[in-house]
């Protein structure tokens, strides 16, 4: 079976300090992974996703994660964050044939001035 | 172009009362996906239907149903409701129902019984 695991509940940075959101996943077969946000009140935006091409996966919002097989890590960093991306952080897994996203528990990030 | 449209935005129900949730996935999307967020936790699979079949189900109770209509529509059905089906419903719709295609988010419906 497939699952995902986001390391933090809560993350705290200041503004313009680099932003690290861990994920680990597990699957026995080759995964697609996602990295959604949730601002309050509203539904999921998709981030970046990672569909076995490049590793290193840049996304919307200077967002990038790195596909680390050995490691089976998807973190999603940001190296300056800003006020506007306080919000709920949703690692996903995706198998082939599989006809749904397993989300982690999400991560919260507050950002400070 | 119109993203994936969820109706009602927000209702409250009685325990043991009946909700039907409506999704309207984007124009050209032929799969549409249900999920429940419970509050504090990522989304859980509830459903999801490819050209009106239903393709997929996760680990919920008979009381949840739904369907797929011709113009790719979608409904959910909760029966007998509980107080802990609670939650924000979010709908999903994909191109081809596959993951290589993603999969976008309406904005959810907070349901909340009583």
């Known amino acids: 079976a497939q699952s995902v695991t986001q390391l933090g509940s809560h993350v705290s940075v200041s503004e313009g300090a680099l932003v690290l959101l861990r994920c680990n996943y597990s699957?026995?077969?080759?995964?697609?992974l996602f990295w959604y946000v949730q601002y309050p009140n509203q539904g999921l935006q998709l981030l970046l996703k990672?569909?076995?091409?490049?590793?290193l996966v840049k996304g919307i919002n200077g967002f990038e994660a790195e596909f680390k097989k050995s490691e089976t890590s998807f973190h999603l960093t940001k190296p300056s964050a800003h006020m506007s991306d306080a919000a709920e952080y949703f690692c996903?897994?995706?198998?082939?044939?599989?006809?749904?996203?397993?989300f982690g528990k999400g991560t919260t990030l507050s950002v400070s001035s | 172009d119109a993203g994936v449209t969820q109706s009602p935005t927000h209702l409250i129900k009685t325990r043991g009362q009946q909700v039907t949730l409506r999704c309207s996935p984007i124009?050209?999307?032929?799969?549409v996906s249900w999920y429940q967020q419970v509050l504090g936790q990522g989304p859980q699979f509830i459903f999801q239907?490819?050209?009106?079949?239903?393709?997929g189900r996760g680990n919920f109770p008979d009381r949840f149903s739904a369907r797929q209509f011709p113009n790719y529509s979608s409904e959910l059905n909760v029966n007998a409701l509980l107080l802990g089906d609670s939650a924000l419903y979010l709908c999903?719709?994909?191109?081809?129902?596959?993951?290589?295609?993603?999969?976008?988010f309406g904005s959810g419906t907070r349901l909340t019984v009583v």
């Open positions: 999903a719709s994909s191109l081809e129902g596959d993951r290589n295609y993603g999969y976008t």
């Open positions: 990672y569909t076995s091409a490049a590793t």
């Open positions: 699957s026995s077969v080759p995964p697609y």
């Open positions: 239907y490819y050209e009106k079949e239903e393709r």
């Open positions: 124009s050209g999307h032929k799969s």
């Open positions: 996903a897994v995706s198998v082939p044939g599989g006809t749904a996203l397993i």
